[in-house]
């Protein structure tokens, strides 16, 4: 399977920004719609957004919707993550996964993604 590694994590103040990347290795990258998590602690892993292979569909969990945007370039093999807006309740462990079973292209829970990355921690300092 293929794998990831993410970085671009972070401290940065409310209201700022980051971008987060994943590189997978592979040459079968563009094959797999991927996602992004982030768990903070104590928490449970939660899905923040997903992306079909082409690129055409993207899904948004409410909580950062309008806020972030996830995007690929299957030529350099990365999906990238653009945090907007960001606030204290952002703050996590974030994590890129490829989706390697199930029948839908996306899934709100990390059933169904079989490849993750180690994560990139994200601070937001208030």
């Known amino acids: 399977q293929v794998q990831l590694e993410e970085s671009g994590g972070g401290l940065v103040q409310a209201g700022g920004s980051l971008r987060l990347s994943c590189v997978a290795s592979?040459?079968?990258?563009?094959?797999?719609?991927m996602g992004w998590f982030r768990q903070a602690p104590g928490k449970e892993r939660e899905f923040v957004a997903a992306?079909?292979?082409?690129?055409?569909?993207?899904y948004y969990s409410d909580s950062v919707k309008g806020r972030y945007t996830i995007s690929r370039d299957n030529a350099k093999n990365t999906v990238y993550l653009q945090m907007n807006s960001l606030k204290p309740e952002d703050t996590a462990v974030y994590y890129c996964?490829?989706?390697?079973?199930?029948?839908?292209?996306?899934?709100?829970?990390?059933?169904?993604?079989?490849?993750w990355g180690q994560g990139t921690q994200v601070t937001v300092s208030s």
């Open positions: 992306i079909k292979w082409s690129g055409s569909s993207t």
């Open positions: 996964a490829a989706k390697t079973s199930g029948s839908s292209w996306y899934s709100p829970t990390p059933s169904g993604y079989g490849s």
């Open positions: 592979g040459r079968t990258f563009s094959s797999y719609n």
